[in-house]
C-alpha cells in the first residue's frame, strides 16, 4: 500500500479536508451531524467507515460519480472507492468533500490519510452557510475562557454584549437575546429570556459550531446566530482522564472603582477594589465500549469550588459553589442502518452565601454576620435521538428532548423580609431589609420558577439525482412557571433632598422627601407552542456549481396563565436562497451567496409581564421622623397625584396584543468566497446585510386610545378598561379590542399609527469581513479576521443594554411616543472596526505556546435624561405612568435644567480596547505525552480601557439638570487573572 500525494486526488480531498477552522459549513446536515459528498467512477461501490465506532455504510455512485453521505456523526471516518481509501474527519454541520482519482498504472491501494486537529472545516462547495467549527483540542491549545460565548466570540462577525446582560455574545448586529443555542441538535435556548441557555460540563464538549449568518430553512427562531455543541461519546477504545483548573485569586489584578462627582451621592458609584474571586474546577471522564462496535458509553461528572468575596457599600458577601455537574452519553448501533442514542445532562446549582453588614462605609471586610441563605437554579436535560439509513438515498432522524430549568431564585423566609425596603438619600441602605432579595422577596414555601421545554423534530434526507432534498417537522411546548415577587415588607422607600428646581411630581416643594413604591402581581403558569416546518434542495446543476433553495414554515402561539392565547401567528413563510461555486472545480475557491428571511418567536418574559396583572404605584410625600429601627418615614402631606403604571387585574386577553400583530422578522443577504492559496493559507471575504423588516414591543399610552375614540363618536369611553401595556408594531395600525361603550363589551377596531406617534421599528446592519487561516504547519498556526460594520437604528432588538433592560420583547423603547424621540441612531452592539487573531506556536515536541488578540473600536455614547414636563405627553392622562419611569429617553437637560432633545449615540464613543491572552503548555515526554500542564494568563498586558460611560445625564426626575455624573468610566476591560490547569488522558 501507498501513502503518497497523487495529483488532483489530493489536491481536492486531503488538502481542503486539511484547511481547518475554515468559515463555511453545510446545509445538508443536522445540527449534530455532518456529512461526507464527493465523486468517484460512475456507479462505483463507496464504502464508509467510522475509524472509532466500527460503523460502516456503502453507498453507490450516480451515473456522474457523484455520492453523498448525510448524516454522520463528527468523528473520524475511513472512505473506501475503487481500490483507494481516504481518511478524513467530519465535523458538526459541515460538509467533507472526497474525491477519488483513477487508478494507478500498477493498480496498487492508493491511500491519503489526514490527521490531526486541524483536519476540519474544508471549503465547504456544498454549503451556502457562514459557519466555525472549533473542537475540544483547539479550544484546549488557545487561551479563551472556559464557556460557549468566549469560543463564540472567536468567529467573525461577533461581538461581547453588554456587562449588564451576561456579556454574552451578539452576532451580526442583534440583540445578545437573539441567538438559538444547541446541545447534541436540541434546542436548549431559554425561550423566558432569551438570554441564558442549558449549560453543560464544558469539558464534555467535542466540537463548538457558530454560524453567524446564512443557515437553511432547517434553522429558525433566532436573528442573530446559532451555537451548535456537540459533545463526546464513546469509542471502541478504553479512554478516560482527569482535569483540574484554578484562577486563583492571588493572582487577579484588582478592580477598579468609579467615584461619584457628585457630593450628594453615594462617594462611589462602583467598589470592586475589594472584591475576590477564586475559582477550581476538577473533571473525571470516561469512555468506550460496553459492546465492541454496538454499544458505547461516555460520562464525565465536574466538581468544582468556587467561592467569591463582593463588597458594597454598606454590606458584602461570601459566596461559596460547590454544586457537582455531569454527563452521560451512550450511543448505540444497532445495526450499521439503525443508531440511537441518548444525552443526559445534570446541571443543578446551589449558591451558598452569607451576607454581612459593613461597620463602615465600603468596608473591605466582613464585619457584621447578618444572615445565610441559598441561590438556586438549574435543572436536567434528556435527549433521545434515532437514525436510521433507510436506504442508500433516503434517511431520517427522530428526536425527543426534555429540559426543566429552574430560574434562579432566593426561596423566601430571610431574616428581615417583614421589614420595608428603605434607601436613603444617594441609595444608602438604611432599615433591616434583606439587601439580597430587593423587589424579589418569595412567598415562604414557593416552588421555584421553572421553565420546561418538551420538543421533538423528525428531518427526512433524500438523494434525488442531482438534487439533495431535505424536510422536517418540529413541535416545541415551552411552558414557564412564574411566582410574583415583592418588595420586603411590601413597600419601598427612597428618600430625597430637597429638588433643585423646587418641585416634586408638579407640586411646589422646598423640603426632604420621600417616594413610595407598592408592586402588585400575579403568579401563574404560561405556555408558549411553536411549531415549524421546512423543505429545502440543494442542486447540483453542474459539477461545479450548486444551487439552494430552501421555505420554512413557522407558527407561534403565547398563552396567558389561563391558557388563552393572546398572541398567535399566522402561518409565517420564510424562504431561503443560495448558491455556491467550486470555482476551479477542485474545492479550492468558492464563491457564494445567499438571501433569507428569519422570524423569532415571542418570549415568554413578554407572556408573564404583558398577559398577567402587574401594577406599580408612586407616590410623593414629606415626611416628619423616621424610625430608627426599619429607616420607614413618618408621611406628611403628599406631593402631586398617585401615579399608576400597570393594572392590578390580568388584562382581557383580546386587549393585549394587535389582533395583526406581525413577529418581529429580518431579511439577510450574504456574498462572500473563500480561497485556498496554497496547502497551509485560506482567505476569505463576505459582505452582508441584514435588516429589520417588522419588529413589536409594547406601548403603554392610553391617551392614544382615547383621543381615537372620542374623534369616533364613543364619549363613554373609559381608558383603564384597556390593557395597562400592549403589543403592537410600531409605526403600523393597530387592531385592538376596546371596551368603547364601557359596558364590558369589547369590540376590536383598527387604530391608526398616527394616533400613537410612534416610530416604525428600525435596525439595520451592514458589515464587510476579512477572514483567514493558516492551517498548522511547521509547528504553528494561525487565524483571524477584520470585521467593520454598522449597525444603525431606533431599537436595539429584545433588550436594551443602554438602560440594561432584559425585558425580552417588551422594553421601554415604545412605551411612550416620547421614547422615540432622537431614538435614530448607531446602537449598543455597534463596533465599527474589529480585529481577531489567535493561533498556536510548538516550541519544541514538550512545549507550545498559544495566545488570541481582540483589538475593537469602542460602542456609541448617549445622553439619557427624563421627558421634559413641558413635553405634551407629560399633559396627557399617561402623566402618572410615564412619572414611574427613569432618566432614559434621549432628552437631556442643562445646567439651567433647559431640556435638549439629542440622538442616539451622538455622544461620542468609549475609547478602542485591546485584550491580549496568551498560553504556554508542557507535555513531558517521561509522562508519554498523556499529561499536559499550562498555564494561562488573561489580559495579560493589564490594559485597563473603559468599556461603558455613565450615560444617565440627568441628575433626578426632581431636579433635571445636568447629572455630574454624567460620562464617568463606569466599567473597565475585565482585569488579570491566571488560570492553572493539568490534564492527564489515558
Known amino acids: 500500500m501507498a501513502s503518497r500525494q497523487i495529483a488532483k486526488g489530493f489536491k481536492r480531498s486531503a488538502l481542503t479536508v486539511a484547511l481547518g477552522l475554515c468559515f463555511a459549513g453545510t446545509v445538508q446536515a443536522q445540527s449534530s451531524v455532518g456529512s461526507i459528498f464527493g465523486d468517484t467512477q460512475a456507479n462505483a461501490t463507496v464504502r464508509i467507515e467510522n475509524v472509532d465506532t466500527g460503523a460502516a455504510r456503502e453507498v453507490t455512485a450516480d451515473a456522474s460519480g457523484r455520492f453523498a453521505l448525510p448524516q454522520l456523526s463528527p468523528g473520524r471516518y475511513r472512505v473506501i472507492s475503487g481500490g483507494q481509501t481516504r481518511e478524513v474527519r467530519v465535523s458538526v454541520g459541515t460538509g467533507t468533500p472526497v474525491t477519488f482519482a483513477a487508478a494507478s498504472a500498477s493498480g496498487e491501494l492508493e491511500t491519503v490519510t489526514v490527521t490531526g486537529a486541524s483536519a476540519i472545516n474544508p471549503i465547504d462547495v456544498s454549503s451556502v452557510e457562514s459557519t466555525t467549527v472549533f473542537t475540544a483540542e483547539q479550544i484546549q491549545a488557545l487561551p479563551v475562557s472556559r464557556d460557549v460565548t468566549n469560543v463564540a466570540l472567536l468567529a467573525p462577525g461577533t461581538v461581547r454584549g453588554d456587562t449588564g446582560l451576561g456579556n454574552l455574545a451578539s452576532f451580526g448586529g442583534a440583540s445578545v437575546a437573539e441567538n438559538g443555542y444547541y446541545i447534541n441538535g436540541f434546542d436548549?435556548?431559554?425561550?423566558?429570556?432569551?438570554?441564558?441557555?442549558?449549560?453543560?460540563?464544558?469539558?464534555?464538549?467535542?466540537?463548538?459550531?457558530?454560524?453567524?449568518?446564512?443557515?437553511?430553512?432547517?434553522?429558525?427562531?433566532?436573528?442573530?446566530?446559532?451555537?451548535?455543541?456537540?459533545?463526546?461519546?464513546?469509542?471502541?477504545?478504553?479512554?478516560?482522564?482527569g482535569s483540574v483548573y484554578w484562577e486563583p485569586n492571588q493572582l487577579r489584578s484588582t478592580g477598579r472603582d468609579a467615584a461619584s462627582r457628585d457630593p450628594e451621592s453615594a462617594p462611589l458609584l462602583a467598589f470592586r477594589s475589594a472584591d475576590e474571586f477564586d475559582n477550581l474546577e476538577y473533571n473525571a471522564y470516561a469512555g468506550g465500549p460496553l459492546i465492541k462496535d454496538k454499544l458505547f458509553m461516555f460520562g464525565l461528572v465536574t466538581g468544582r469550588h468556587n467561592t467569591s468575596d463582593t463588597f458594597e457599600q454598606n454590606d458584602s458577601e461570601h459566596e461559596s459553589n460547590t454544586s457537582p455537574s455531569g454527563l452521560l452519553k451512550i450511543d448505540w448501533n444497532i445495526t450499521d442502518d439503525h443508531l440511537l442514542e441518548f444525552t443526559g445532562i445534570y446541571n443543578k446549582e446551589t449558591l451558598d452565601r452569607t451576607h454581612y453588614d459593613s461597620a463602615t462605609p465600603y468596608s473591605r471586610s466582613h464585619d457584621l454576620f447578618a444572615y445565610d441563605y441559598e441561590q438556586k437554579s438549574g435543572g436536567?436535560?434528556?435527549?433521545?435521538?434515532?437514525?436510521?439509513?433507510?436506504?442508500?438515498?433516503?434517511?431520517?432522524?427522530?428526536?425527543?428532548?426534555?429540559?426543566?430549568?429552574?430560574?434562579?431564585?432566593?426561596?423566601?423566609?430571610?431574616?428581615?423580609?417583614?421589614?420595608?425596603?428603605?434607601?436613603?438619600?444617594?441609595?444608602?441602605?438604611?432599615?433591616?431589609?434583606?439587601?439580597?432579595?430587593?423587589?424579589?422577596?418569595?412567598?415562604?414555601?414557593?416552588?421555584?420558577?421553572?421553565?420546561?421545554?418538551?420538543?421533538?423534530?423528525?428531518?427526512?434526507?433524500?438523494?434525488?439525482?442531482?438534487?439533495?432534498?431535505?424536510?422536517?417537522?418540529?413541535?416545541?411546548?415551552f411552558v414557564s412557571e412564574f411566582t410574583a415577587t415583592n418588595f420586603a415588607g411590601g413597600v419601598y422607600y427612597r428618600y430625597f433632598d430637597a429638588p433643585g428646581n423646587g418641585t416634586t411630581n408638579g407640586v411646589p416643594n422646598t423640603q426632604p422627601y420621600v417616594r413610595r413604591r407598592l408592586i402588585t402581581r400575579s403568579s401563574g403558569g404560561y405556555k408558549t407552542t411553536n411549531e415549524a416546518a421546512y423543505l429545502e434542495d440543494s442542486w447540483n446543476v453542474t459539477d461545479n456549481l450548486l444551487l439552494y433553495g430552501g421555505i420554512r414554515l413557522e407558527r407561534f402561539d403565547n398563552k396567558n396563565a389561563d391558557g388563552v392565547s393572546f398572541v398567535k401567528s399566522d402561518d409565517l413563510w420564510a424562504p431561503r436562497l443560495g448558491f455556491s461555486w467550486d470555482v476551479n472545480g477542485d474545492s479550492t475557491?468558492?464563491?457564494?451567496?445567499?438571501?433569507?428571511?428569519?422570524?423569532?418567536?415571542?418570549?415568554?418574559?413578554?407572556?408573564?409581564?404583558a398577559s398577567g396583572a402587574e401594577a406599580t404605584t408612586t407616590e410623593f410625600f414629606q415626611y416628619t421622623a423616621v424610625d430608627p429601627i426599619t429607616g420607614a418615614p413618618t408621611l406628611g402631606a403628599q406631593l402631586g397625584p398617585l401615579g399608576l403604571n400597570g393594572s392590578f387585574e390580568a388584562p382581557n386577553p383580546a386587549t393585549v396584543a394587535s389582533a395583526n400583530l406581525s413577529?418581529?422578522?429580518?431579511?439577510?443577504?450574504?456574498?462572500?468566497?473563500?480561497?485556498?492559496l496554497n496547502e497551509n493559507w485560506n482567505i476569505g471575504l463576505r459582505g452582508i446585510k441584514r435588516k429589520i423588516k417588522d419588529g413589536f414591543d409594547d406601548t403603554c399610552a392610553h391617551q392614544p386610545l382615547l383621543d381615537w375614540a372620542t374623534d369616533n363618536g364613543y364619549t363613554n369611553f373609559d381608558p383603564d378598561t384597556a390593557a395597562s401595556c400592549y403589543i403592537v408594531n410600531p409605526g403600523r395600525d393597530a387592531e385592538l379590542a376596546l371596551d368603547l361603550n364601557?359596558?364590558?363589551?369589547?369590540?376590536?377596531?383598527?387604530?391608526?399609527?398616527?394616533?400613537?406617534?410612534?416610530?416604525?421599528?428600525?435596525?439595520?446592519?451592514?458589515?464587510?469581513e476579512f477572514f483567514f487561516e493558516r492551517m498548522k504547519s511547521d509547528k504553528w498556526s494561525l487565524q483571524g479576521s477584520y470585521t467593520y460594520a454598522k449597525s444603525k437604528g431606533n431599537a436595539e432588538g429584545y433588550v436594551n443594554s443602554t438602560l440594561e433592560q432584559a425585558d425580552a420583547g417588551i422594553t421601554q423603547d415604545f412605551d411612550f411616543a416620547a421614547f422615540g424621540e432622537g431614538a435614530y441612531g448607531y446602537l449598543p452592539n455597534d463596533r465599527r472596526h474589529t480585529v481577531k487573531v489567535f493561533g498556536t506556536y510548538d516550541i519544541t515536541d514538550q512545549w507550545r505556546v498559544g495566545a488570541n488578540m481582540i483589538v475593537q473600536s469602542g460602542r456609541p455614547v448617549n445622553c439619557n435624561g427624563f421627558i421634559p414636563e413641558n413635553h405634551p405627553s407629560n399633559q396627557s392622562i399617561d402623566f402618572g405612568s410615564i412619572s414611574a419611569y427613569s432618566a432614559s429617553s434621549f432628552y437631556c437637560h442643562d445646567a439651567a435644567g433647559v431640556p435638549h432633545l439629542g440622538n442616539r449615540g451622538d455622544h461620542g464613543r468609549t475609547p478602542w480596547s485591546t485584550t491580549f491572552d496568551a498560553n504556554i503548555a508542557w507535555t513531558p515526554d517521561f509522562a508519554d505525552s498523556k499529561l499536559t500542564l499550562q498555564m494561562d494568563v488573561f489580559n495579560l498586558l493589564g490594559n485597563d480601557q473603559v468599556t461603558e460611560y455613565v450615560e444617565t445625564g440627568d441628575k433626578n426626575r426632581a431636579a433635571p439638570v445636568a447629572s455630574q455624573d454624567y460620562l464617568l468610566p463606569i466599567n473597565y476591560t475585565a482585569p488579570r487573572y491566571v488560570r492553572f490547569s493539568a490534564r492527564y488522558d489515558f
Open 663 to 676: 413577529p418581529m422578522y429580518q431579511d439577510e443577504y450574504i456574498l462572500g468566497m473563500q480561497m485556498a
Open 742 to 768: 364601557n359596558d364590558g363589551t369589547f369590540t376590536t377596531v383598527t387604530i391608526p399609527a398616527a394616533y400613537f406617534g410612534l416610530p416604525q421599528y428600525r435596525r439595520d446592519y451592514t458589515a464587510v
Open 188 to 241: 436548549v435556548t431559554n425561550l423566558r429570556s432569551l438570554l441564558s441557555y442549558a449549560q453543560l460540563p464544558f469539558e464534555s464538549i467535542s466540537e463548538q459550531q457558530v454560524k453567524t449568518g446564512g443557515y437553511g430553512a432547517e434553522y429558525g427562531r433566532s436573528l442573530g446566530g446559532v451555537i451548535n455543541i456537540v459533545t463526546k461519546r464513546g469509542t471502541n477504545e478504553w479512554k478516560g482522564g
Open 380 to 477: 436536567t436535560v434528556m435527549i433521545g435521538k434515532y437514525t436510521g439509513y433507510l436506504t442508500d438515498s433516503l434517511t431520517l432522524s427522530a428526536q425527543y428532548g426534555d429540559l426543566k430549568y429552574d430560574n434562579p431564585y432566593i426561596p423566601g423566609g430571610l431574616p428581615g423580609e417583614d421589614c420595608p425596603t428603605v434607601y436613603g438619600v444617594g441609595l444608602v441602605y438604611l432599615g433591616c431589609w434583606p439587601a439580597a432579595s430587593f423587589a424579589a422577596v418569595r412567598p415562604v414555601d414557593a416552588p421555584p420558577d421553572t421553565d420546561r421545554r418538551k420538543a421533538w423534530r423528525i428531518d427526512l434526507d433524500w438523494r434525488i439525482g442531482d438534487h439533495a432534498v431535505r424536510a422536517g417537522l418540529d413541535s416545541e411546548e
Open 589 to 609: 475557491f468558492k464563491v457564494f451567496g445567499n438571501a433569507g428571511r428569519y422570524f423569532i418567536p415571542v418570549a415568554n418574559n413578554t407572556s408573564i409581564r
